[in-house]
């Protein structure tokens, strides 16, 4: 079965740092595009960015472009957010997500209807 696994949540003061990772199983990790997103309770589920398979194209929500940055690194089947210059505004919890990815031309996802496989999340928390 696949599975989708997300770490590296925590507790952090307003203007620190926090880098979140994402390790699927049960997939060819390089046939997927992956995302980020975040759901702060009372709120829409918010897509904040994707890469696609070989990390040559991706997408960043206007809320967190400059702060955040995805990365991945297929031989560890793992996806990476780097979180910096962290406001209150992002407490949240922070999902991955994965969705089979063809290679054509690229068109950014961040849609939750998108996306077939979810992990469970990870919560972030940014005090003031």
């Known amino acids: 079965q696949v599975q989708v696994v997300e770490s590296g949540g925590g507790l952090v003061q307003a203007g620190g740092s926090l880098r979140l990772s994402c390790t699927a199983s049960?997939?060819?990790?390089?046939?997927?595009?992956m995302a980020w997103f975040r759901q702060a309770p009372g709120k829409e589920r918010e897509g904040i960015s994707c890469i696609n398979w070989n990390a040559e194209n991706t997408f960043y929500a206007d809320s967190v472009k400059g702060r955040f940055t995805i990365s991945r690194d297929n031989a560890k089947n793992t996806v990476y957010l780097q979180m910096n210059s962290l406001k209150p505004e992002d407490t949240a919890m922070y999902y991955c997500?994965?969705?089979?990815?063809?290679?054509?031309?690229?068109?950014?996802?961040?849609?939750?209807?998108?996306?077939?496989?979810w992990g469970q999340g990870t919560q972030v928390t940014v005090s003031s």
């Open positions: 997500a994965a969705v089979k990815d063809y290679g054509l031309g690229y068109v950014p996802r961040l849609e939750a209807y998108e996306y077939n496989y």
């Open positions: 049960g997939l060819t990790f390089d046939d997927y595009e």
